[in-house]
């Protein structure tokens, strides 16, 4: 990828702009607030740029040498033991567009547990994954974990496979174009890309932009159902599925909601955060519906 920031990671063109900027002391601190050190990756840095590529509007943090490696995320799975959650929604979804017989690749299958349901479906999978002690716990379980990047996995098996999936995994790629090509790479005719991230229209990016780990260098990109289905037109995928988590985080989402409204309407915001959860969940659960949640799924076929 051409490290420019006139040039699109989706794309691989000339067409970007800036949207805003975030503080790098600021998620300095944040992240030492949960007990892991950032500092090594925002040397020389006092500002992040956050962009947006004009043909796809996907945005993503710049520059491209500020994300995560594998010590940063076997650091974050040490100090948060539902790090790698188990009991996905998407996982949920997912499932149903895989058919028993079928060959599987996971980008970032972590200790394995989507792995597991899929071979319970019936299919084979092959995982792909950077982190050292996910790798190992999903080895003792009997799995094929190759320790590797997908743009060098697709180059020793193309055509292999009948569904490549990743789950929230893309958001911490900073090279769009080279994942949807390598991605393709390894598909049969016919075959399925999955991909479930952060769904950042709600509130993790326009209403908490400060979202830890919404940031840098756990997340190099911010996405929504908008540049899903652009990004998918420009790889020429067919959109098979593409639907919004329910919410569920109900405290979460009101908090962020009162504290979005308190930097416009200070009393109004104030007095938002005093509602005991046991009065607003209530009429959360009624709106639910029209409400969308923390994450979104896609699914395209070739």
């Known amino acids: 990828m051409e490290i420019s920031k006139e040039i699109s990671p989706v794309t691989g063109e000339h067409g970007t702009e800036f949207i805003t900027e975030v503080r790098v002391d600021k998620v300095i601190e944040l992240y030492d607030e949960i007990g892991t050190d950032v500092r090594r990756f925002f040397k020389g840095l006092d500002r992040i740029e956050i962009r947006k590529c004009k043909r796809t509007g996907?945005?993503?943090?710049?520059?491209?040498d500020i994300f995560g490696d594998g010590p940063f995320y076997e650091d974050l799975q040490k100090n948060r033991d539902t790090y790698y959650?188990?009991?996905?929604?998407?996982?949920?979804?997912?499932?149903?567009?895989?058919?028993?017989?079928?060959?599987?690749?996971?980008?970032?299958?972590?200790?394995?547990?989507?792995?597991?349901?899929?071979?319970d479906k019936g299919a084979a999978c092959t995982g792909l994954?950077?982190?050292?002690?996910?790798?190992?716990?999903?080895?003792?379980?009997?799995?094929?974990?190759?320790?590797?990047?997908?743009?060098?996995?697709?180059?020793?098996?193309e055509g292999k496979y009948d569904v490549v999936c990743s789950f929230q995994v893309l958001e911490h790629i900073p090279d769009i174009k080279d994942y949807f090509e390598s991605?393709?790479?390894?598909?049969?005719?016919?075959?399925?890309?999955?991909?479930?991230?952060?769904?950042?229209?709600?509130?993790?990016h326009r209403h908490d932009l400060y979202h830890t780990l919404n940031l840098p260098p756990h997340h190099a990109g911010i996405w929504d159902k908008e540049a899903f289905i652009n990004v998918g037109r420009f790889f020429h995928l067919t959109t098979v599925f593409l639907k919004t988590e329910p919410l569920i985080e109900y405290k979460v989402w009101y908090k962020v909601q009162a504290n979005h409204i308190k930097e416009k309407y200070p009393l109004l915001g104030k007095a938002m955060l005093l509602v005991p959860r046991q009065v607003y969940k209530p009429f959360l659960w009624a709106a639910k519906p029209w409400i969308e949640g923390r994450n979104?799924?896609?699914?395209?076929?070739?």
């Open 58 to 64: 996907y945005r993503y943090y710049f520059p491209f």
């Open 85 to 119: 959650l188990t009991d996905k929604w998407e996982h949920q979804q997912a499932i149903k567009y895989i058919n028993p017989g079928e060959n599987v690749l996971e980008v970032g299958c972590g200790t394995g547990h989507f792995m597991n349901i899929i071979r």
């Open 129 to 157: 994954e950077m982190n050292k002690k996910a790798i190992a716990d999903a080895r003792q379980q009997g799995h094929t974990i190759y320790e590797e990047f997908l743009h060098e996995h697709s180059l020793g098996h």
């Open 183 to 204: 991605a393709k790479r390894c598909l049969k005719p016919g075959g399925k890309i999955m991909i479930a991230v952060p769904y950042n229209n709600p509130y993790l």
């Open 296 to 302: 979104v799924l896609a699914i395209f076929s070739v």
